[in-house]
């Protein structure tokens, strides 16, 4: 091997390390980074890509969040109307409670109400509505499909526009034996009136008379669906028989 001066050894060592240094600067660069998109899965965990419960919520927290209340203090007018099908003092389920309108009303009548939604800005509304009427309500944040509630537990469940046909069994269960459901909710004839429709989902509206058949085990005491109204609605209380 050839013997190397000084000079060539200098020269060699200010070579390697500019060639050391341009590396560098090329992988700051993101030069070398793999372009390739990632498969959904590595996406979702690298991403933090949040669940669909998670994007809902985010959806109604948005949509609360204001400062007057979005559905008014005012309760249901059907629940307004039907109350008295309750007896006194009962352990009312608000489900899907929103900002607390119809929970606080059935706290104003001595009934012993929970509420559950979704969303912690309703919720906050709910209870800040219950402290200004001067009532009590208990509050869950949480989803109604993931909440566990025991069985036979509730007098009364109430359900105001919130369609989920996975949980009606549930809603059955949480009731005790003789124990009241009032429910009501848009129908598709709703939907078809809607201008802005495009991000609606039939799914969660109710068919033309579908209450009628919805609660099995069941008495109807009461069923309204009219049809010349400005808005199209079903609307159905229902005694559990066992």
Known sequence: MPHLSQQCINHLMKAILIFIFMLGFFYSLDVFADKRPLPNSRLNKLSGEKDQAYDVKSQWDQKYNKRNYVY?????????????????????????????????????????????????????????????????????????????????????????????????????????????????????EQLKKMKNKANENEFHYLKPQELLTMFPNTKILK????????????????????
Do not use: Q
């Open 72 to 188: 008014g203090k005012r309760p249901v007018k059907f629940l307004a109307e039907n109350y008295d099908y309750l007896k006194e003092e009962s352990e009312v389920l608000d489900m899907g409670m929103g900002e607390g309108r119809n929970a606080v009303f059935l706290a104003s009548k001595g009934h012993i109400v929970t509420g559950i939604d979704l969303s912690s800005v309703a919720i906050k509304k709910a209870r800040k509505l219950a402290l200004e009427r001067n009532v009590k309500i208990k509050t869950i944040v949480g989803s109604l499909n993931k909440y566990k509630l025991p069985e036979n537990s509730f007098d009364a469940i109430v359900c105001f526009y919130f369609v989920d046909r996975d949980l009606t069994e549930k809603m059955l269960k949480w009731l005790k034996p003789g124990g009241i459901l009032i429910y009501e909710a848009y129908t598709t």
């Open 223 to 242: 069923y309204e669906e009219p049809e010349h109204e400005t808005e199209f609605r079903s609307s159905i209380i229902l005694k559990k028989v066992n």
